[in-house]
């Protein structure tokens, strides 16, 4: 109702997130309702806050347009986003709040492959044989410390050059740098794979341009995925990253945790080489995931 | 730095939108940087309130690749949610303040043609001859009230089932129901064309299933849209309403303003029918328009 006691619609600047949420009272999806709600208070203030022109706005339409466009089967823009400006990040903090020394979450990232090989405890990984060798080990423990067995390492990461295996079908063979492992009694896992190295994430569409225009660099600094998961307890999602990588402190999805970064020692040692099945030298990554029930 | 005095960029939930805004340091745009730090704070805020689950990010996710698929040189979808969800009228209002008095602006819409066809006082826009006869008129005046000459009327409308012709080539005819009139030294207007009905925007993309998941109907209220300019006036787009359509007060597009709805009358007078030139009987409109130098 206006002042003068005719009702009213009309709109008006100053209520106009107010109106459009009134329009939404008929929702039945109570969820969507509030999603809704707070998408448009928000979306309105970032109007008001940055007063855009037309063309300025017409610009960010073009924009979301272009980012639509890329999407594809093997390609998603949006997610890109999401990543590169920390939302993936905030998601996965908010839905998996860990208890203190648990082992962190960070993104599953796009390149992860649902059933890899089952491979056994010193396999390798590196199945085109590119690279600096490196071992990785380590136990999967509870709360207190006490190993778990029967938990699956879920493994994966770029090659020597920066690529997953799925994006260079025919050009790596299939499964390279992937595969699951599963603990015995000693909860011990180890394997053998290639120094990862930092890369950068696909910027040759609307968010590449977007971050080249607000100075931002395209990398993701050395790391390798995992998925840990054992009967019984949460499965976690996570990376470990290599110290001292140049992208470290500025990775573009904002992935790094502390707890998650990892020392990688190099060794000169031609026996234990020749023990472990690799070539002198050789580098060597450790690090114990604690699971929670 | 954090605590211990080493610097990290770690991951921090509480401050996820700080990390990506001090990420955007370098940006050399200063206006970019000013837009996206008002996007992303409001973004990170939007995704702290809602907290969704994986499955609703993937599912906005979806939404906003679906809406990005929709659009085409023909078919703008994300324009199409922002004129839903009043958007559009927002940014209209932030840059086309007026003083109290002037005529009011609105969205112009996705179906004005730049170079319609100048038509001589009198002339009908209703090439096809269908639906009730209307009578448009008024004056084109200053802020004083003083007509203005050579004040051009682009004006354009749907047809009585509810598409413009460029939605329909091929069917109506081209540049039908549109054309811009010149005014004379007296600055009046008038023209005859046909009374237009309400009609709903294209709702069979992502955008119209969001608005039925809200509850809400896909319809704007009958109207004839105007851009009315004059030199050293500034041009106004807006719209004229009718008076008592069933959705004035609940506009899919937030586009009515009160000063904006206007009577329709119905006369039922051979004699002046005869003399307009339209069959008996038929309805008129009447408005004055007012610019601002």
Same mark, same amino acid.
């Given at each position: 109702?206006?002042?003068?006691?005719?009702?009213?619609?009309?709109?008006?600047?100053?209520?106009?997130?107010?109106?459009?949420?009134?329009?939404?009272?008929?929702?039945?999806?109570?969820?969507?309702?509030?999603?809704?709600?707070?998408?448009?208070?928000?979306?309105?203030?970032?109007?008001?806050?940055?007063?855009?022109?037309?063309?300025?706005?017409?610009?960010?339409?073009?924009?979301?347009?272009?980012?639509?466009?890329?999407?594809?089967?093997?390609?998603?823009?949006?997610?890109?986003?999401?990543?590169?400006?920390?939302?993936?990040?905030?998601?996965?903090?908010?839905?998996?709040?860990?208890?203190?020394?648990?082992?962190?979450?960070? =993104?599953?990232? +796009?390149?992860?492959? $649902?059933?890899?090989?089952?491979?056994?405890?010193? *396999?390798?990984?590196? %199945? #085109?044989?590119?690279?600096?060798?490196?071992?990785?080990?380590?136990?999967?423990?509870?709360?207190?410390?006490?190993?778990?067995?029967?938990?699956?390492?879920?493994?994966?990461?770029?090659?020597?050059?920066?690529?997953?295996?799925?994006?260079?079908?025919?050009?790596?063979?299939?499964?390279?740098?992937?595969?699951?492992?599963?603990?015995?009694?000693?909860?011990?896992?180890?394997?053998?794979?290639?120094?990862?190295?930092?890369?950068?994430?696909?910027?040759?569409?609307?968010?590449?341009?977007?971050?080249?225009?607000?100075?931002?660099?395209?990398?993701?600094?050395?790391?390798?995925?995992?998925? =840990?998961?054992? +009967?019984?307890?949460? $499965?976690?999602?996570?990376?470990?990253?290599?110290? *001292?990588?140049?992208? %470290? #402190?500025?990775?573009?999805?904002?992935?790094?945790?502390?707890?998650?970064?990892?020392?990688?020692?190099?060794?000169?040692?031609?026996?234990?080489?020749?023990?472990?099945?690799?070539?002198?030298?050789?580098?060597?990554?450790?690090?114990?995931?604690?699971?929670?029930?």
């Amino acid at each position: 109702m206006s002042s003068d006691g005719t009702t009213s619609f009309a709109f008006d600047e100053s209520r106009s997130a107010d109106l459009v949420v009134a329009a939404m009272a008929g929702a039945k999806n109570e969820r969507l309702h509030q999603v809704m709600e707070s998408v448009i208070r928000h979306l309105h203030a970032v109007v008001k806050e940055v007063k855009p022109t037309e063309e300025e706005w017409m610009a960010a339409i073009k924009f979301l347009t272009e980012t639509g466009h890329m999407c594809t089967e093997r390609r998603q823009e949006f997610i890109l986003f999401s990543d590169t400006f920390g939302v993936s990040m905030l998601i996965d903090a908010i839905n998996h709040h860990k208890p203190s020394g648990a082992t962190e979450t960070t =993104v599953l990232g +796009p390149f992860h492959v $649902a059933s890899s090989p089952i491979r056994q405890m010193g *396999d390798t990984i590196n %199945l #085109e044989g590119k690279g600096e060798p490196l071992i990785v080990s380590g136990r999967v423990v509870d709360e207190a410390g006490k190993p778990i067995e029967g938990a699956t390492l879920d493994v994966w990461q770029a090659n020597s050059e920066g690529y997953y295996d799925v994006q260079q079908k025919g050009i790596q063979p299939d499964m390279n740098l992937r595969g699951r492992f599963i603990t015995g009694a000693d909860g011990r896992y180890w394997f053998r794979s290639s120094k990862p190295l930092f890369y950068p994430i696909p910027h040759d569409g609307p968010v590449g341009a977007l971050l080249r225009n607000l100075g931002r660099h395209p990398y993701r600094p050395a790391h390798i995925h995992f998925i =840990v998961s054992a +009967p019984g307890y949460q $499965a976690v999602v996570t990376h470990l990253f290599v110290k *001292d990588d140049p992208y %470290l #402190e500025s990775d573009v999805v904002f992935g790094v945790k502390d707890s998650l970064v990892c020392e990688v020692t190099q060794h000169d040692d031609v026996k234990a080489a020749a023990e472990v099945g690799v070539e002198n030298p050789f580098w060597s990554l450790q690090h114990e995931f604690k699971l929670v029930r």
